[in-house]
């Protein structure tokens, strides 16, 4: 695009910028204004006429109308809503549903995307991040050329009424973006919202070389097998060599810790920008606004109000919650939103931390069911990317992907965790890793170093090295290959390593 097209854009996100100064500057009173915006629209809605939310006063009331909620108990309704029905969750009828694997679950999730949603979370959380973008990124220019947003596929719902879509919430997104942003994204609409990801990324690798790209986005995973693809066709040593004037990558859906060497090599140039977001089905909540830092900006304005989950209460049937003015910094929690989607008091199964509570910033910790906690060692997946960070760092390898599993106590053995590790660049000595691992687990989680003193409580963690190709094949076999789709890095259950070592070819 145009030198012209990217100055109008610059003056448009003046608007974006002023908005995010407003909510900084008064946290509190944006978040009880989006939640009286939300109750107040859906007060006429089945859910709305059955928890009475046109009793509705203050927001210090909200926990008393109804319990917290998860997909199970809102599942039949959206089902109904996908069938055609009207002013269930949210009033008039619904199109849109993004679909979810759930990465702690074979079944699927359908979470609706209602058109104010789409236009007042998951876009107006678009052009947040690209406010953040011009005001990190020196002299950006992301704009005078192409942009690759690396998105799923959707479909008809299924039991769904005519014209009703489930799919990514990459992919629902896509499709609706205003027609100016679709003429600065490669490829075009046909190859980007194809079904068969793996030709998918064959396509966009065999056309990149003909295209000034400037900025693309995606899960890492996903991202690092397109990126080699573009080398491998390319014959180029590393992206820069194919797109020079490439500025920013912007990721998120997992932690970046464990990426960030693999993707220096394809990207060595300290001109080169990574942004992270947080947007997930359930709406956009969070980008980083300063790439000094390594957390996020939650938004607060955004079309969702907040909850939060200690971690002591995760497991409660009715937990206790939060509000954002009641949080500490440090400690870890469970998310639980209301939207302009129709989802309200809905645990959405992420875990955050806050780093600074003026402005609210977060970091993601991992997930509700992806920690292990068997011998009282609290280890989350911010811990182990941590450790695995440091461990390669010192080694100087990189890794592909990895997952973790508790080593059940017996009564010939103590307990320990068991690792699985896909390296692009292995160890030479795989033991020494493993100690090196280990230690900066201890260093990262106070809780396991104490479990493991003297070796009297937990073993040395047990380190297995897993072929290349090892989890992506794990994820073909599950029908899992996608945009938005990953294996689960921790887990209190065995099952998933099992499966895991099977592939591997550690297990007869």
Known sequence: ?????????????????????????????????????????????????????????????????????????????????????????????????????????DKSKYIPI????????????????VTSIFDNVPRPRIFEGKCILLAGSSAAAPGGSPGTLAGDVSAIIYQRLNPLVLKVLYPGMDTALMADFEQKLDRIAEGAADIDVRLIAGTPTWMLVLLRKIL??????????????????????????????PFREFFPSDDFYYLESYNASEGYFAVQDDITRDDMLLLLDNGVFYEFIPMEYWESENPKTLFLEEV?????????????????????????????????????TGRTRQFINVFGEEVMVANTDAALS??????????????????????????????????????????????????????????????????LALQPLKLNVAPSGTFYQWLKEKNKIGAQQKVPRLSNQRTLLEELLLLAGARP
């Open 232 to 261: 491998d066709h390319t014959g180029k040593r590393h992206i820069l060599d194919v797109w020079p004037q490439m500025q920013v990558y912007v990721h998120g859906a997992v932690s970046f810790v464990p990426y960030r060497a």
């Open 1 to 105: 695009m145009s030198k012209l097209f990217n100055a109008l854009w610059s003056q448009y996100l003046k608007v974006h910028r002023a908005q995010m100064r407003a909510f900084i500057e008064r946290p509190v009173e944006s978040q009880a204004k989006e939640l009286r915006k939300i109750v107040r629209t859906s007060a006429s809605t089945e859910w709305g006429l059955r928890y009475g939310f046109d009793r509705y006063s203050k927001t210090s009331d909200w926990r008393s109308f109804l319990p917290v909620q998860d997909y199970e108990t809102v599942k039949a309704d959206i089902h109904r809503m996908m069938a055609g029905e009207k002013n269930v969750l949210w009033p008039g009828r619904v199109k849109y549903f993004a679909k979810s694997s759930g990465t702690t679950a």
């Open 328 to 364: 500490e910094a440090g400690k870890n929690y469970a998310v639980v939103i209301t939207t302009n989607s129709g989802l309200f008091r809905y645990k959405i199964g992420d875990t955050v931390q806050f780093t600074s509570l003026n402005p609210f910033r977060i970091v993601i």
């Open 114 to 129: 209602t058109d104010t949603n789409h236009r007042h979370c998951h876009s107006r959380g678009g052009w947040r991040l």
């Open 390 to 455: 440091e461990a390669c760092q010192v080694f100087g390898v990189t890794v592909a992907d990895y997952t973790v599993a508790p080593i059940f106590q017996s009564s010939t053995g103590k307990g320990g965790h068991e690792w699985l590790v896909e390296f692009k660049t292995a160890p030479r000595d795989p033991s020494a890793f493993a100690a090196a691992l280990d230690e900066a687990l201890k260093k990262v989680n106070s809780d396991y170093e104490a479990k493991r003193f003297g070796d």
